[in-house]
């Protein structure tokens, strides 16, 4: 699997050393020429320095034979830019980071369907800490072949109750995400536009959930 990542923050740089471990292939692309210098000489991987939003830089990482991209720089836009690039080379996987809850908006409406806030995921937590509550980290829950989805409704699935629709075997629906509001499946809400699925499945039952909920996506 030949990855591309954007970005050499902690969770850049994290994620790159966790998928050498893995044996993929990596390519890093940083802009501050010290913290690119410094990872050419530590990585097992490809290092390049440059601003990774310019077509000609993917290019040159050749995104065209790229499995995956994962967009993680400090800024939301540029994610998004380099997001579109990805797209347009037809990347397998598109993977964003934002931090501002508009961008992760906008993104949604550009059809990504990929998208991690870790600023939000973090301060969530500390909050439950501060508050006495000894909350379950998802990551924790995550074990074997488990699996859980977060999945915007299609224009398939909208107008349809929870009950109408027929997942896959070993799959369930946990509840939606509405305007700020987490139903739960047994209410059995009617599905709107914008609403958000949550649901819990096993990993190669992923493609089968994505076709059922009108996803025809690579997996």
Same mark, same amino acid.
């Given at each position: ?25 990596? &390519? *890093? $692309? ?5 913290? +690119? =210098?410094?990872?050419?000489?530590? /990585? ?35 994610? &998004? *830019? $380099? ?5 347009? +080379? =037809?990347?397998?996987?598109?993977? /964003?980071k934002?931090?501002d ?14 998208m ?13 800490v501060?508050?006495? &509550?000894?909350?379950?980290e ?9 699996r ?6 299609t ?28 139903i ?14 949550i ?21």
């Amino acid at each position: 699997m030949r990855i591309i990542i954007v970005g050499a923050g902690s969770l850049g740089i994290h994620l790159t050393r966790n998928m050498i471990a893995q044996g993929k292939e990596v &390519i *890093l $692309i940083e802009k501050d020429e010290a913290i +690119a =210098k410094e990872l050419a000489e530590t /990585l097992d991987c490809t290092v390049i320095n440059a601003e990774g939003t310019r077509p000609d830089i993917l290019e040159k990482a050749d995104i065209d034979s790229a499995d995956a991209v994962v967009a993680c720089t400090t800024n939301d836009q540029n994610n &998004i *830019l $380099i997001g579109l690039i990805a797209r347009d +080379a =037809k990347v397998g996987k598109v993977i /964003l980071k934002l931090e501002d809850r508009q961008f992760m908006d906008i993104a949604s409406k550009l059809g990504f369907y990929y998208m991690i806030n870790p600023s939000s995921i973090s301060s969530r937590y500390i909050s439950d800490v501060l508050r006495g &509550i000894n909350t379950i980290e998802l990551s924790n829950l995550v074990r074997y072949d488990v699996r859980f989805m977060g999945v915007m409704a299609t224009d398939k699935i909208i107008d349809m109750k929870l009950s109408e629709i027929s997942l896959p075997e070993d799959s369930a629906f946990i509840g939606i995400y509405r305007k700020g509001e987490f139903i739960l499946a047994e209410k059995d809400p009617k599905l709107y536009e914008k609403d958000e699925l949550i649901l819990v499945t096993k990993a190669d039952m992923i493609k089968s959930v994505n076709e059922t909920l009108g996803r025809n996506i690579e997996t």
